[in-house]
């Protein structure tokens, strides 16, 4: 059984572009739930996917949209990259929508400049 | 709207002293309570949770936690730690009965066991 994988696990990219991080969900696991980490905060919940739907959704802009596929892995996109898009982005996994046990994988660091 | 507040942004400790993490919650509705650790260039990992039952919750490293329901508090204990516990520690919330797994955390301790 494999935990939750991210990809890639740094980043830079220049303000404008856009970007697109991956997550591979733990084995049995249907739900992903996105995080955003500023240095020296505690993460932020972006949001989740629930079999292919966005079921919750933080405080964001538009310009962070995401998918999750049949296999349950699923894809961040940010656009209009600012300074402050700056973060870990970290994903956890967990086997139903409301479910209490998140797994987290290791996050990917995205750098803005 | 829920928060977490965590009243120390470090902590410093001798290697075989006691510590302890603490973590307030506002919330309106009743939550579930957790606390992740979270080594250097790592993600987060689950160290306990709070859903019902007893209000003393222990981790398998023997960290402990107790719900205070009238002081709203889930601090984190441990009676004596290693180098090994050097990590931030994060203590989250999640609503009851919500159809997200949505984890409202503080803003973190970073816990800095000396030798």
């Known amino acids: 059984e494999t935990g939750v994988t991210q990809s890639p696990t740094h980043l830079i990219k220049t303000r404008g572009q856009q970007v697109t991080l991956r997550c591979s969900s733990q084995?049995?696991?249907?739900?992903v739930s996105w995080y955003q980490q500023a240095l020296g905060q505690g993460p932020q919940f972006i949001f989740q996917y629930y079999r292919e739907e966005e079921n919750g959704r933080g405080n964001f802009p538009p310009r962070f949209s995401g998918l999750q596929f049949p296999n349950y892995s699923s894809e961040l996109n940010v656009n209009a990259l600012e300074l402050d898009d700056s973060a870990l982005y970290l994903c956890?996994?967990?086997?139903?929508?409301?479910?209490?046990?998140?797994?987290f994988g290791q996050g990917t660091r995205l750098t803005v400049v | 709207a829920q928060s977490v507040t965590q009243l120390d942004s470090q902590v410093p400790v001798f290697e075989e002293a006691p510590v302890e993490l603490r973590c307030n919650y506002s919330?309106?509705?009743?939550?579930?309570l957790f606390w992740y650790v979270q080594y250097p260039n790592q993600g987060l990992q689950l160290l306990l949770k709070?859903?019902?039952?007893?209000?003393l919750v222990k981790s398998i490293n023997g960290f402990e936690a107790e719900f205070n329901k009238s002081q709203t508090s889930f601090h984190l204990r441990k009676p004596s730690v290693h180098i090994s516990d050097t990590a931030e520690y994060f203590c989250?919330?999640?609503?009851?009965?919500?159809?997200?797994?949505?984890?409202?955390f503080g803003q973190g301790t970073t816990l800095q066991v000396k030798p």
């Open positions: 919330s309106s509705v009743s939550v579930y």
């Open positions: 709070y859903l019902s039952g007893s209000t």
């Open positions: 956890a996994s967990s086997p139903g929508q409301g479910n209490t046990e998140a797994f």
């Open positions: 989250a919330v999640k609503r009851w009965a919500s159809n997200t797994g949505k984890l409202i």
């Open positions: 084995s049995g696991h249907n739900t």
